[in-house]
């Protein structure tokens, strides 16, 4: 077998990103972004030559509830 590298090293120090990360848990997401985000898994996650579009999509997350929501 060939040597390999291990993959398990620390990550570099990113101070910059640490920083926004913890700024954006404080913050909290708004049902705009929310509905913002199910669309886009939507749209992302639909099948290949589907009739769904982004606009579609958009229209449906804000129409449609979840189940036990």
Not at 19 to 36: C, I, M
Not at 46 to 69: C, D, F, M, Q, Y
């Amino acid at each position: 077998m060939a040597a390999r590298k291990s993959a398990l090293k620390r990550a570099p120090a990113r101070p910059n990103l640490d920083r926004l990360v913890e700024e954006n848990r404080k913050s909290g997401v708004t049902d705009e972004e929310l509905r913002e985000q199910r669309a886009s898994f939507a749209y992302g996650n639909a099948p290949e030559n589907s009739r769904i579009t982004k606009e579609s999509a958009l229209t449906a997350s804000r129409t449609l509830r979840l189940a036990g929501a």
